[in-house]
């Protein structure tokens, strides 16, 4: 378990206060899948609120004490029937696809001499994800969508 500071535990309890219950536990209680459901909510928010549908004061803590315990959070508040946990998110690097998507990509642009009689002069070019090289040898950008004149009036 995660051992915080009062002020860390206060900052946290701050930023907490506008965050919604992502994870609700019945009245089957703490099962695996609801353990899964919260491990998942923390390593991606780091943050989360747990709602506990139930009465008893006690076995709340008891959710409460075990969560923490299993999956080595940090117990930030206990409000009534809402649970606060923490525990830091962890920095995941993500693998890149093999196939190129609309990332800058090399182009090899050859255009025949104005005249025809001397060699095609042959440029490499590095385009952006909204260029295209036109069937005359020339780099084109992708016009910006056409906009609803109703939704930027209403909007």
């Known amino acids: 378990m995660i051992k915080l500071t009062p002020a860390e535990r206060s900052a946290l309890r701050a930023e907490a206060h506008g965050l919604n219950p992502i994870v609700m536990i019945g009245a089957d209680g ?3 899948n609801v353990l899964k459901e919260i491990a998942l909510g923390l390593d991606s928010h780091g943050l989360i609120k747990v709602r506990v549908f139930g009465d008893d004061r006690e076995a709340r803590i008891a959710m409460y004490e075990t969560i923490c315990e299993q999956l080595k959070a940090a117990p930030v508040q206990h409000i009534g029937k809402l649970l606060v946990l923490y525990r830091p998110k962890v920095e995941t690097e993500k693998a890149r696809s093999g196939s190129a998507g609309k990332g ?29 090289v036109t069937q005359g040898g020339n780099i084109k950008r992708a016009k910006a969508r056409q906009k609803s004149t109703k939704k930027t009036v209403l909007g």
């Open 30 to 32: 703490l099962t695996a």
């Open 104 to 132: 800058m990509r090399e182009v090899t642009i050859v255009k025949p001499s104005p005249s025809g009689t001397k060699r095609p002069s042959v440029t490499k070019v590095v385009l952006k994800g909204n260029e295209r």
